[in-house]
C-alpha cells in the first residue's frame, strides 16, 4: 500500500508512527491487497523475533498493542 496514501497516513497517527517500514517475512497481506484492500502489517513484538523457534514477546508489547488496536478501532470507526 502506497505510504502516502490516506489509509497509511491515518493508521500511522493512530499509533504515533511518521513512517512505514518494510518487514522480512511473509503475510496474508498480498491476498487482501490483490482484493484491492489497503494493507498495514502492525503487531506487538519486536520483528527481530518473529517467526523464529524461540519467538516471544513481551507483556507490555501485548499491553501497549491494545491501546494501539482499540485507538485504530475508533479512528476507523469515527
Same mark, same amino acid.
Given at each position: !500500500?502506497? +505510504? @502516502? %496514501?490516506?489509509f497509511v @497516513?491515518?493508521? +500511522? @497517527?493512530?499509533?504515533?508512527? %511518521? =513512517?512505514? !517500514?518494510?518487514? *522480512?517475512? !511473509?503475510?496474508?497481506?498480498?491476498?487482501?491487497?490483490? #482484493? *484491492?484492500?489497503?494493507?498495514v502489517?502492525?503487531g506487538? *513484538?519486536? /520483528? =527481530? #523475533?518473529c517467526? @523464529? /523457534?524461540?519467538?516471544?514477546?513481551?507483556?507490555?508489547?501485548? =499491553?501497549?498493542?491494545? =491501546?494501539?488496536?482499540? !485507538?485504530?478501532? #475508533?479512528?476507523? #470507526? %469515527?
Amino acid at each position: !500500500t502506497d +505510504c @502516502r %496514501s490516506d489509509f497509511v @497516513r491515518d493508521f +500511522c @497517527r493512530a499509533v504515533g508512527k %511518521s =513512517e512505514t !517500514t518494510a518487514v *522480512g517475512f !511473509t503475510t496474508d497481506g498480498p491476498h487482501f491487497a490483490a #482484493l *484491492g484492500a489497503p494493507v498495514v502489517i502492525f503487531g506487538p *513484538g519486536k /520483528p =527481530e #523475533l518473529c517467526h @523464529r /523457534p524461540d519467538e516471544y514477546i513481551d507483556i507490555a508489547d501485548v =499491553e501497549r498493542a491494545v =491501546e494501539y488496536y482499540k !485507538t485504530i478501532i #475508533l479512528k476507523f #470507526l %469515527s
